[in-house]
Nanobody, 117 residues
């Protein structure tokens, strides 16, 4: 199986920045899609950003503030978060998925991001 190790979460003041990292270990084949999700208390998990085939997609709430990127050689995906707002407070989860030899989907353990003064 694939294991995902996340880092970079923490406490930051409004307007500050954080960079989340997610490193994948294990063996997998074919192309993979990578994304970041978040879940705030009392809310459903939502897609924040993903990257697939060089194309990126962002939730409307984070467009212009967050940037997703990847380093395929290191099998790592990043989420740069700027201009953070209190409503960005959530547990952030890394997600990797592929389709070969059959569909698969793995999640990181989650990292807490708290935006508060």
């Amino acid at each position: 199986q694939v294991q995902l190790v996340e880092s970079g979460g923490g406490l930051v003041q409004p307007g500050g920045s954080l960079r989340l990292s997610c490193a994948a270990s294990g063996t997998f084949f074919g192309t993979v899609d990578m994304g970041w999700y978040r879940q705030a208390p009392g809310k459903q998990r939502e897609l924040v950003a993903d990257i697939s085939g060089g194309d990126t997609n962002y939730a409307d709430s984070v467009k212009g503030r967050f940037t997703i990127s990847s380093d395929n050689a290191r099998k790592t995906v990043y989420l740069q978060m700027n201009s953070l707002k209190p409503e960005d407070t959530a547990v952030y989860y890394c997600n990797l998925r592929g389709i070969w030899p059959k569909t698969w989907n793995y999640w990181g353990q989650g990292t807490q991001v708290t935006v508060s003064s």
